[in-house]
């Protein structure tokens, strides 16, 4: 059987992809419906969005398992590890280009929009007839639009929370890497250390940016509401939290299957794929600090 | 034992399994799943159809006939969303699992149950998106382009919205597939530079899936949170700009159209040859040429948006950057054209149609070289000359390249000849047709009919009756179409042989027809001589 190291690998039909369908299509169906539900009124929508979801997280929970099984027998052979990689690296590249449409937005808002809304350029004519009262600041109290959008508010500092949470996501950077020496070297409890320590600095960021977030809404009135500086903030800081979140989640299911003794020195993709995963976080996080925050 | 491809299912050995929900719900079989794509495009292609017969149908008088104008603009909307999203991408996603891994000598695609999700995402995804039309307050009616704030007044745009997200979840995972299945799956010899032309196009294309579908999404992500979080993107009222929402839109949508049409290229330059006898012409060129395509398709969005009150540099830089495309598309013309050239050309049905492509498709090149230019833009912007234009591409390009393709292979995957007399009365019948229902559009744009508006002025009267006549009569021959489909899958009695076209190369065509369900579990050996293109590198 060691000969199967050059074959071709076809996996097994499975059901997992059909259910995987159905439950994606229940919870947009859901939402979607949720959404739309007149205030007050007791929708169906989001009784199916929630069915919706506990159905996504078991047809993780079962596609996964099936998977991890199929490696641990030995199925998967070094074509089908190149087929994982490069589907994990254009996964990433995906990720990277929706988050590219967000920081262009920025981008645009920042360097056009606000200053053309100011008076600036060819916006001139727009200033002085349809929007006479608006103060092209950014971040400012009350600068970004008409004061009944949200009303005045302050910016969150870069040099508090965010920037501990710039050294928290670093150091969880570098203890991911050590577990990984240490798993190519074979060191299983330094491999667990250093892999739970990454799932705890994961944990501690996202609970940081929550506690950013209730300050922000409560003392400082940053709201969603508040102009395109809360759209941009919070919709670029939002996914990249969840982001986060998610990957600490797949940073600690990899931790017990190291605890279970799943991976081995050279056939350990899935460690790897949840590594590049958290590096692309952290990249994001490093644009996120310098445009968002401190710029 | 080495070389062979392993199935964990012993059954796997023998054939497709019988039970329906496991072979059809549950496939990691490319050539199930291909036909699973072909077929929800055909059943789509119809529903848009439908839609643009209700569209031509109250276009045949002026006055408002047939429809409510909210109605008319619903069908506008889900016309295109069908066609590009349910029709015109999964028939070349369809074509790209059934030929790749046949093209290249790969048991299979890189990652079979990606694929088989990929596919299974899609008719969910347009149960929601057509659900809108039966809902108080009916689907989208916005157009496809969903600007705001037009679009955020119609109480679907949530379900379009989370339908769309499905449909780039589906195309970039189907994308992902691709890359991974040309890159590592190809059999020992079968060196990049010596692909079929094909595969190279989707390799190309499954690049700019990956880059620009999620960056739709971020864009209609955005949409949906301005309606119904609060925020402020594309709202001047809070720093945000109408005009944003287009760049966004349009860094996605312009590589999206030559995501529609570099498979076409592709399928083109592997009918020609073999009808024409001759390896393609250039075939480096060929592929140079799709790239190029490809890189210059990321910086030319604004052409879309001439209109709108760019600054002035913008509008230049971006017809500038357009008029460029005319080089690389000139090249792979000219290349098509210099294949046929002293070829001992025959007529079959996938050659007449990829022979109407070549010249159809230019018209609608040429007409898109004359949207370019900034002055003339600011006359035909909006107009019916837009319509013509992206309908001379679509379907004189990718329409009736997919119809070539399928043309071409249907015996490879049928085991049967299709009725080459039913082929040419399908195709003579769309092509005369097509033109009658096109071409008058460019004289309608350019006299100033606007488009998207279900009444007109009587000046316009009798150029729309005859577009009318021809999409009533385009429409009625893509019945034809599917008659000999049916014909050419179950009934015909001409087995097909295993090249079934006398010219044919390229692996695909050395494997029995009908394609057995497991190809390629040893990889073949690769005889360059042998390859669709020739020896390329001699």
Same mark, same amino acid.
């Given at each position: 059987?060691?000969?199967?190291?050059?074959?071709?690998?076809?996996?097994?039909?499975?059901?997992?992809?059909?259910?995987?369908?159905?439950?994606?299509?229940?919870?947009?169906?859901?939402?979607?419906?949720?959404?739309?539900?007149?205030?007050?009124?007791?929708?169906?929508?989001?009784?199916?969005?929630?069915?919706?979801?506990?159905?996504?997280?078991?047809?993780?929970?079962?596609?996964?398992?099936?998977?991890?099984?199929?490696?641990?027998?030995?199925?998967?052979? *070094?074509?089908?590890?190149?087929? @994982?990689?490069?589907?994990?690296?254009?996964?990433?590249?995906?990720?990277?280009? @929706?988050?590219?449409?967000?920081?262009?937005?920025? &981008?645009?808002? #920042?360097?056009?929009?606000?200053?053309?809304?100011?008076?600036?350029?060819?916006?001139?004519?727009?200033?002085? &007839?349809?929007?006479?009262?608006?103060?092209?600041?950014?971040?400012?109290?009350?600068?970004?639009?008409?004061?009944?959008?949200?009303?005045? @508010?302050?910016?969150? $500092?870069?040099?508090?929370?965010?920037?501990?949470?710039?050294?928290?996501?670093?150091?969880? $950077?570098?203890?991911?890497?050590?577990?990984?020496?240490?798993?190519?070297?074979?060191? #299983?409890?330094?491999?667990?250390? @250093?892999?739970?320590?990454?799932?705890?600095?994961?944990?501690?960021?996202?609970?940081?940016?929550?506690?950013?977030?209730?300050?922000?809404?409560?003392?400082?009135?940053?709201?969603?509401?508040?102009?395109?500086?809360?759209?941009?903030?919070?919709?670029?800081?939002? &996914? *990249?939290?969840?982001?986060?979140?998610?990957?600490?989640?797949?940073?600690?299911?990899?931790?017990?299957?190291?605890?279970?003794?799943?991976? $081995?020195?050279? *056939?350990?993709?899935?460690?790897?794929?949840?590594?590049?995963?958290?590096?692309?976080?952290?990249?994001?996080?490093?644009?996120?600090?310098?445009?968002?925050?401190?710029? | 034992?080495?070389?062979?491809?392993?199935?964990?299912?012993?059954?796997?050995?023998?054939?497709?399994?019988?039970?329906?929900?496991?072979?059809?719900?549950?496939?990691?079989?490319?050539?199930?799943?291909?036909?699973?794509?072909?077929?929800?495009?055909?059943? %789509?292609? =119809?529903?848009?159809?439908?839609?643009?017969?209700?569209? /031509?149908?109250?276009?045949?008088?002026?006055?408002?006939?047939?429809?409510?104008?909210?109605?008319?603009?619903?069908?506008?909307?889900?016309?295109?969303?069908?066609?590009? =999203?349910?029709?015109?991408? +999964?028939?070349?996603?369809?074509?790209?699992?059934?030929?790749?891994?046949?093209?290249?000598?790969?048991?299979?695609?890189?990652?079979?149950?990606?694929?088989?999700?990929?596919?299974?995402?899609?008719?969910?995804?347009?149960?929601?998106?057509?659900?809108?039309?039966? %809902?108080?307050?009916?689907?989208?009616?916005?157009?496809?382009?969903?600007?705001?704030?037009?679009?955020?007044?119609?109480?679907?745009?949530?379900?379009?919205?989370?339908?769309?997200?499905?449909?780039?979840?589906?195309?970039?995972?189907?994308?992902?597939?691709?890359?991974?299945?040309?890159?590592?799956?190809?059999?020992?010899?079968?060196?990049?530079?010596?692909?079929?032309?094909?595969?190279?196009?989707?390799?190309?294309?499954? =690049?700019?899936?990956?880059?620009?579908?999620?960056?739709?999404?971020?864009?209609?992500?955005?949409?949906?949170?301005?309606?119904?979080?609060?925020?402020?993107?594309?709202?001047?009222?809070?720093?945000?700009?109408?005009?944003?929402?287009?760049?966004?839109?349009?860094?996605?949508?312009?590589?999206?159209?030559?995501?529609?049409?570099?498979?076409?290229?592709?399928?083109?330059?592997?009918?020609?040859?073999?009808?024409?006898?001759?390896?393609?012409?250039?075939?480096?060129?060929?592929?140079?040429?799709?790239?190029?395509?490809?890189?210059?398709?990321?910086?030319?969005?604004?052409?879309?948006?001439?209109?709108?009150?760019?600054?002035?540099?913008?509008?230049?830089?971006?017809?500038?950057?357009?008029?460029?495309?005319?080089?690389?598309?000139?090249?792979?013309?000219?290349?098509?054209?210099?294949?046929?050239?002293?070829?001992?050309?025959?007529?079959?049905?996938?050659?007449?149609?990829?022979?109407?492509?070549?010249?159809?498709?230019?018209?609608?090149?040429?007409?898109?070289?004359?949207?370019?230019?900034?002055?003339?833009?600011?006359?035909?912007?909006?107009?019916?000359?837009?319509?013509?234009?992206?309908?001379?591409?679509?379907?004189?390009?990718?329409?009736?390249?997919?119809?070539?393709?399928?043309?071409?292979?249907? +015996?490879?995957?049928?085991? /049967?000849?299709?009725?080459?007399?039913?082929?040419?009365?399908?195709?003579?019948?769309?092509?005369?047709?097509?033109?009658?229902?096109?071409?008058?559009?460019?004289?309608?744009?350019?006299?100033?009919?606007?488009?998207?508006?279900?009444?007109?002025?009587?000046?316009?009267?009798?150029?729309?009756?005859?577009?009318?006549?021809?999409?009533?009569?385009?429409?009625?021959?893509?019945?034809?179409?599917?008659?000999?489909?049916?014909?050419?899958?179950?009934?015909?009695?001409?087995?097909?042989?295993? /090249?079934?076209?006398?010219?044919?190369?390229?692996?695909?065509?050395?494997?029995?027809?009908?394609?057995?369900?497991?190809?390629?579990?040893?990889?073949?050996?690769?005889?360059?001589?042998?390859?669709?293109?020739?020896?390329?590198?001699?």
């Amino acid at each position: 059987m060691s000969q199967q190291h050059d074959a071709y690998f076809v996996p097994a039909r499975s059901y997992w992809p059909f259910v995987a369908a159905v439950v994606m299509f229940t919870t947009m169906f859901g939402a979607a419906h949720w959404l739309n539900a007149s205030p007050g009124e007791a929708g169906f929508g989001k009784t199916v969005w929630l069915v919706g979801m506990v159905g996504v997280l078991a047809m993780f929970f079962g596609w996964f398992r099936s998977v991890i099984r199929e490696s641990l027998a030995g199925n998967y052979n *070094h074509q089908v590890d190149t087929s @994982f990689r490069m589907g994990m690296m254009w996964f990433i590249f995906s990720e990277v280009m @929706f988050f590219g449409a967000f920081f262009g937005a920025l &981008f645009y808002i #920042r360097m056009f929009s606000v200053p053309w809304l100011g008076g600036e350029g060819h916006g001139v004519l727009t200033h002085q &007839f349809l929007w006479s009262d608006y103060a092209a600041s950014w971040g400012a109290s009350g600068g970004n639009g008409p004061e009944r959008l949200g009303g005045p @508010f302050q910016t969150v $500092s870069a040099w508090g929370l965010p920037l501990l949470n710039t050294l928290i996501l670093l150091s969880s $950077s570098v203890t991911v890497t050590i577990a990984h020496h240490a798993l190519r070297a074979g060191h #299983r409890g330094k491999i667990l250390w @250093f892999l739970g320590l990454t799932v705890l600095l994961g944990a501690l960021f996202v609970n940081f940016q929550a506690h950013e977030y209730i300050e922000a809404y409560h003392e400082l009135n940053l709201t969603l509401h508040s102009g395109v500086y809360g759209s941009t903030f919070f919709l670029l800081t939002g &996914f *990249h939290g969840l982001h986060v979140t998610l990957g600490t989640i797949m940073l600690a299911v990899i931790w017990f299957r190291v605890l279970k003794g799943h991976f $081995s020195k050279d *056939h350990h993709f899935g460690f790897e794929a949840v590594a590049w995963y958290w590096h692309f976080v952290d990249v994001v996080w490093l644009g996120l600090f310098l445009f968002v925050y401190i710029l | 034992m080495s070389h062979a491809a392993i199935h964990d299912q012993h059954d796997d050995h023998h054939g497709a399994p019988k039970n329906f929900f496991q072979r059809w719900c549950m496939s990691t079989n490319h050539k199930d799943i291909g036909t699973l794509y072909l077929i929800f495009a055909l059943t %789509m292609f =119809f529903i848009g159809g439908s839609f643009a017969m209700v569209i /031509r149908a109250e276009l045949f008088k002026p006055g408002l006939q047939l429809v409510q104008p909210y109605f008319f603009n619903e069908m506008t909307t889900m016309h295109a969303l069908v066609m590009i =999203f349910g029709a015109i991408m +999964p028939a070349f996603v369809g074509l790209g699992n059934w030929m790749i891994p046949l093209m290249v000598g790969a048991p299979d695609m890189a990652l079979p149950r990606m694929n088989n999700l990929s596919f299974w995402i899609l008719p969910f995804a347009f149960a929601l998106l057509l659900s809108t039309l039966f %809902m108080p307050g009916g689907g989208p009616a916005g157009g496809w382009t969903m600007y705001p704030p037009l679009s955020l007044q119609s109480d679907s745009l949530a379900y379009v919205v989370f339908a769309i997200h499905l449909m780039g979840i589906s195309s970039i995972m189907g994308a992902i597939n691709i890359i991974a299945t040309i890159l590592n799956m190809r059999a020992p010899g079968m060196d990049l530079l010596k692909m079929p032309v094909f595969v190279w196009s989707w390799l190309i294309t499954a =690049f700019l899936l990956i880059a620009v579908m999620p960056v739709l999404a971020g864009a209609v992500t955005m949409l949906l949170t301005d309606k119904y979080f609060g925020t402020n993107f594309f709202n001047p009222g809070g720093g945000g700009d109408p005009v944003l929402y287009q760049h966004i839109f349009w860094f996605f949508g312009h590589p999206e159209v030559y995501i529609m049409i570099l498979p076409a290229f592709g399928i083109i330059s592997e009918v020609i040859p073999t009808f024409a006898r001759k390896p393609i012409f250039g075939y480096k060129a060929m592929v140079f040429a799709i790239a190029s395509i490809a890189f210059l398709s990321f910086i030319v969005w604004a052409h879309h948006m001439f209109a709108v009150g760019l600054p002035l540099g913008a509008d230049i830089f971006f017809m500038y950057a357009t008029m460029l495309i005319a080089v690389p598309t000139g090249v792979k013309v000219f290349n098509w054209v210099a294949t046929m050239w002293g070829g001992s050309m025959t007529f079959e049905t996938p050659m007449l149609f990829a022979v109407a492509f070549v010249i159809l498709f230019t018209i609608g090149g040429f007409s898109g070289l004359m949207l370019a230019l900034v002055p003339a833009d600011f006359q035909y912007q909006d107009t019916y000359f837009v319509v013509a234009h992206f309908h001379y591409v679509l379907v004189t390009g990718a329409l009736f390249a997919i119809i070539s393709a399928t043309y071409y292979w249907l +015996p490879k995957w049928s085991g /049967r000849m299709y009725s080459e007399f039913w082929g040419k009365m399908h195709f003579w019948n769309s092509v005369i047709w097509v033109n009658v229902l096109f071409f008058p559009q460019h004289f309608l744009g350019l006299a100033g009919m606007p488009r998207r508006i279900p009444d007109y002025n009587v000046a316009f009267a009798n150029f729309n009756m005859i577009s009318s006549i021809g999409g009533f009569l385009f429409g009625a021959s893509q019945l034809i179409f599917l008659g000999v489909l049916i014909h050419g899958v179950f009934f015909s009695k001409k087995k097909a042989t295993e /090249r079934v076209w006398e010219g044919a190369k390229g692996l695909e065509w050395t494997i029995p027809s009908p394609a057995p369900h497991h190809t390629f579990d040893v990889p073949p050996v690769i005889h360059d001589e042998e390859l669709a293109h020739g020896n390329v590198n001699a």
